[in-house]
């Protein structure tokens, strides 16, 4: 049956559309796109796609398109009781001008699918960007309104054999679970009939050299045979596909490399198992085993990445309770719970302690205490007052206030750190291997070498039989074995090292990009620091309290108090005094964004801010001033503590830096790299943090976006490393060339880095950068060798001199060397 000339699905003849040049097509669907895609100038699709896909979506245009389902943001909210599955689903929103729209693409099947619809629609009049994110599948278009329209970019994607639906996460785990479980599947059995076949194997090489019975030569390679048939018709057959769908079209991938290593392996044994000669069915099946493995490995870092979104979107509540004005007599206004989703602007909110801000706005009414750590990171609280303005996805600590929405759904701040996450990603550079690069031109010139041997020695003279086994020598010596283990060997150790020091590696490509790094950015919060706040001085009044006598007396008035800079008090206190028993507190009472009163003896006690003193009538002595204002340039934060009209003790409270910090700076200088610090924080603060370190460069006060367009600045000097460790962290990860978080930081920033330090301990980093390059320069080596050892072998094989059985040495001993090599990559340090 003839196969379609777009979409690769066989049919009956009978059924055949055809062009003017008798290329056959399934239905009249795919020959418009075929015609489409030529018209549009993007014949290469059909060179540059790797994918042999039967069964894809049918193409067919439809006459017109219903765009509501896309539009749902920009018309009119229904009401709550309307409100279904779409909420979920993305739409549309208007940035500055500009229509954006999020469209999940049903059909795509590998990079060329990608490359192809980013083409087509950007060569669409009054498309401003258009961008695929092929792991997620989903298409972000933006465009003029007064040029074109959603309908006819609709149109567009149809016309290039791909369907557009609203984007849905839901469906969009669905499919990456079922690519998942059908590789994992696949993998498996591969990997259990690849261990089975190695003790045949192993029995079968053993009789080679000390002789066996033909009988049970005959046994132990026919269960051979049959243990490696699953694993080459059904786990390998994606491969094969792809493979003979590249040969039918001229096109050489790396598919084709493996599948002609495992198919002529296979071939070749399986001629031998009927004349009696050599077998190595192990070879067909540890190949395809290898292949296999790495993928469900790409397969789930991809799948991660996509996830990543859902968890920031997650940030957002599904509910809020909206404060309505009525006009029922005795009651001025209702407050009821809705979904976040039909939340607009001007709308008032009334969110309570614990629970996370809806929408961006400012506060109406009430006072309390916003934890916006994982947005900016700043590792205090703020104090939200009338006025004030929220972001959405932060905190509300202490007090209920009611908040009016300046900014809803798309259009908040933690909307535009998700958008920041996944234009990052999406814009990634896809680093292909050496081996990629060149194995165009390497695959076809072993094809035509095997088959001028073979057809060379048959007329030369040589019987079939020999002609035929001369030119399986030129495959087999030229079975990319080595060529297939260069890269994903050396990477297994490289993870695997990484993993014995704590230290977790989730990109494939982070040892070639951490192997040109020259820049490393360190966040500031929870990085370079512990986030865990400290006692770092006190000063008292001459003549007043002692030193023992003030820290207790603040440490009890703050026993009740949440905030950090209380707990710090209180952790110094503990310290200082064994078994620590506070005195005998009452009235209680927390000011948000000052600080705490207490009663203690009778007297009113408070500690916290200037305000707080000034509110309490308490008087700053002048022995304070000089001290207070050296601390704050130190990026100290500053506690007084007053009573009965005086101001009598003064605390300084600072971020701890870690106490390898220091080390892992002067180790990463020691490899050539520039060391800067970046944070939420006040610049004071990060400067402090940046010499107590040693780094260089300091930049503080900013905000995640602009963090991400810092790093994107460094990276116009060379490769950049970002380490951080919370959400505000996330776009700069992502966008940096290298991404790296601490192991207790959030999930979020966890998912969006490239690796993640298990371990606690920052010396890491650098030893990160030295392992990714060694493993950089094995992988180069590997490959080197691999052509090198078919420069000199290849010229033997087709001269006759080496038997098959010879061929398969070479073969395996090309492996051992690629498998010796990157084993070195243990005995990388770490620096010191």
Known sequence: MPGCEHCLIEFPEYEARRDGKGRAFCCNGCLAVFRFINDEGLSSFYDKRDWDAPGLPRPGVPEEIDVTPYMESVREKPAVSEMSEMSEMSAVSEINKVLEADIYLDGIRCASCVWLVERVLKKTEGVVSARVNYATHRARIRWDPEATGLEPLLMRIYSTGYIPKPYSQSEAQRLRRAEGRDLLVRFGTAAFLSSQLMIYSVALYAGYFQGMEPRTYLALETIAMLLCLPVVFYSGMPIFRSAVAG?????????????????????????????GGKVFFDTAAMIITLILLGRYIESSAKGKAAETMDRLAELVPREATIVVETDTPGSDETRRRVPVETLRVGDMVEVVPGEKFPVDGTVERGESEADESLLTGESLPVFKGRG???????????????????????DTVLSGIIRAVE????????????????????VPIVLVLAAATTTGYYLSGASFANAVMTGISVLVIACP??????????????????????????????????????HVVFDKTGTLTTGSLSLEGFLTLTGGLSDNEAIRLAASVEMRSEHPLGLAIVRAARERFD????????GFRAHPGKGVTARVDGRLIAVGNRALM??????????????????????????????????????????????????????????????????GDSPAAVENVSARAGAGLALGGVLPEKKREAVAGFERTG?????????????????AAVGVAMGRGTDIAMESADAVLLRDDLR???????????????????????????????????????????????MASSSLVVVGNSLRLRKVREVS
């Not at 996805?393 to 929405?405: C, D, E, I, P, T």
């Not at 078994?579 to 009452?586: H, I, K, R, T, V």
């Open 481 to 518: 074995c080595s060529l297939g283990l260069a890269t994903p060997l050396a990477q297994l150790v490289y993870t695997m090292m990484a993993s014995s020091k704590g230290l977790l590696i989730k990109s494939g490509e982070s040892a070639e990009l951490a192997s040109r790094l020259v």
């Open 247 to 275: 040969l039918g079209r001229m096109h050489f991938n790396m598919d084709s490399l493996i599948a002609i290593g495992a198919g002529s392996a296979f071939i070749y044994s399986v001629y031998g198992l009927f004349t």
């Open 764 to 810: 890491l980093v650098p030893y990160f950068i030295k392992l990714s390059r060694k493993a950089s320069s094995i992988i180069r080596q590997n490959i080197f060798w691999a052509f090198f050892y078919n420069v000199v072998a290849l010229p033997l094989a087709v001269m006759g001199i080496l038997h098959p059985i010879i061929a398969a040495a070479a």
């Open 579 to 586: 078994g620590f028993s506070p005195l005998e507190a009452s």
């Open 719 to 735: 490769g950049v490393l970002m380490v951080g460790d919370g959400i505000n962290d996330a776009p700069a990860l992502t966008e």
């Open 388 to 410: 004030a303005h929220v972001t959405g996805g932060s905190q509300n600590l202490y007090g209920s206030v009611v908040v009016r929405a300046s900014r809803v759904g798309r």
């Open 423 to 442: 234009d990052a990603q999406a814009a990634k550079p896809r680093i292909q291997g050496m081996a990629d690069r060149v194995v165009g031109v390497f």
């Open 614 to 679: 000034d509110d309490n009538g308490l008087v700053l002595d002048k022995t304070f001033e000089n001290p207070a204002s050296e601390a704050a340039s130190c990026g100290e934060t500053v506690i007084y503590m007053g009573w009965d009209g005086h101001v009598s003790a003064m605390f300084m409270v600072l971020d701890t830096l870690r106490p390898e910090a220091k080390d892992a700076v002067r180790m990463l200088k020691a490899l050539g790299c520039r060391v800067s610090v970046i944070s």
